[in-house]
């Protein structure tokens, strides 16, 4: 009963707005994570492992924001007691619903006072700052998942009015769960197919090859172990060793063995060719979802 109760209490406060154990006259806090889905879990995820501290959550859906108020420990806001209280306001939502979002946000920005990230895919950041109070100074993120166990890849642009300060202030944010790269923003769709979508590429590639293990008679928990672990091991190679991917898959490739065989099925099958198209795919997604208002 105990349980029900708090939870009762903490959808209560996300509709209200009032914060989780603190009054609506707290002093302004660093960052409001706008949005709950799981890119937005995964940032807030690593931030609070990481001892961030100042942290809010902004979500539409009062049983999800009780949810990730009680996972995480955190303060849960409406839209605008999350710009009230917190300066640095980070955009997690999906890029269908940017525009929705922006349209209720925008009576809440100060310029003079606030910094918005997006991590909205394929969005741009005159499409945020047009809609936005002028001089709203906006910085473009795209993150990746493994944000979840602080080994994420983010990627920052600055918009017409994001400064220096802007984008230290965003790297230093995204770089408690992993690395950080800054590029013109005319590479960001480029950036979304590759590190955003990426994971997915990846995992989608683990399980093809604990199926083929399973097919060959393994247990599906062993060849699991097996494809994970080879995978883990293999990205540290390439992190590390300096060496290109082509010298490292070759020092496998013994001649006449059995990785040469694997190799030349792979690509009797295409899948070098294959994978280029899927991450052109992604990159005119992107595109398209930046477009979405035109």
Do not use: W
């Amino acid at each position: 009963m105990s349980g029900q109760g708090s939870e009762h209490r903490s959808e209560e406060r996300a509709r209200s707005g009032a914060p989780r154990g603190s009054s609506p006259g707290a002093s302004s806090a660093g960052l409001a994570i706008i949005g709950g889905g799981k890119i937005g879990e995964a940032l807030l995820s690593g931030l609070v492992r990481r001892g961030a501290g100042d942290v809010v959550v902004c979500e539409r859906s009062p049983d999800r924001a009780a949810q990730l108020g009680e996972r995480y420990g955190v303060d849960v806001f409406d839209l605008p007691g999350a710009a009230e209280r917190a300066r640095v306001l980070l955009l997690a939502v999906k890029p269908q619903d940017i525009d929705v979002l922006l349209s209720a946000l925008a009576a809440h920005v100060d310029p003079s006072r606030h910094l918005v990230v997006s991590v909205a895919a394929g969005v741009p950041t005159a499409r945020i700052e047009a809609a936005l109070p002028a001089g709203t100074p906006v910085v473009r993120v795209m993150p990746n998942t493994p944000a979840l166990v602080d080994e994420g890849m983010s990627v920052l642009s600055p918009g017409a009015h994001a400064g220096d300060e802007h984008l230290d202030e965003a790297e230093e944010l995204l770089a408690a769960v992993g690395r950080v790269r800054r590029v013109p923003e005319s590479q960001q769709d480029a950036v979304t197919a590759l590190s955003g979508s990426g994971p997915a590429y990846f995992f989608f590639l683990v399980e093809a090859m604990i199926d083929a293990g399973i097919l060959l008679g393994l247990p599906r928990t062993l060849a699991a172990d097996l494809i994970v672990q080879t995978a883990l091991g293999a990205a540290v190679m390439l992190r590390d060793s300096g060496e290109h991917p082509v010298q490292l898959r070759e020092a496998v490739t013994s001649p006449g063995g059995t990785t040469i065989a694997a190799i030349r099925e792979l690509e009797r099958h295409g899948v070098r060719a294959a994978l280029i198209a899927a991450i052109e795919a992604a990159h005119d997604r992107s595109v398209a979802l930046g477009r979405a208002a035109d």
